[in-house]
């Protein structure tokens, strides 16, 4: 019996398409892997990427929607769901990728601390974000 090439093996397989990812701006090439690899164990492909614009977009409404939309959920703005994701990715990254991450984070964060007030009617329980208003 001879040897089938190693072509004429793969020939008959299926073609596999790499795994779409999102390039998260401002983050070197180590932390986009930690991102990556992150992402294919908890999170969903480009979910950093996603809840990071997400969570900019939310920051950016007039600050009337701001807070409501972090707490009450909004089907067209995402909610507080993108920092809820973007806290996930925070504290399951190694430090130096999450340091970098945060760097992005931080200043989204004040802008929406300097928008919004403190909210004494929502539980202690609930993250910072949703307590906001």
Known sequence: ??????????????????????????????AQLDVRALERSRLTPGAVAKALESWRQQVRLPRRYAADTAYH???????????????????????????????????VDRAFLARTLPDPHTPDYRPWWERRC
Do not use: N
Not at 5 to 30: H, I, K, M
Not at 76 to 102: K, M
């Open 73 to 107: 959920g909004c089907p067209c703005c995402d909610g507080g769901y993108g920092r809820a994701e973007l806290e996930i990715a925070l504290h399951a990254l190694p430090r130096r990728s999450a340091r970098q991450l945060r760097a992005l984070v931080e200043p």
């Open 1 to 30: 019996m001879t040897r089938r090439r190693p072509a004429q093996v793969r020939g008959g397989l299926a073609a596999r398409r790499p795994a779409a990812f999102t390039v998260v701006d401002g983050l070197d090439a180590a």
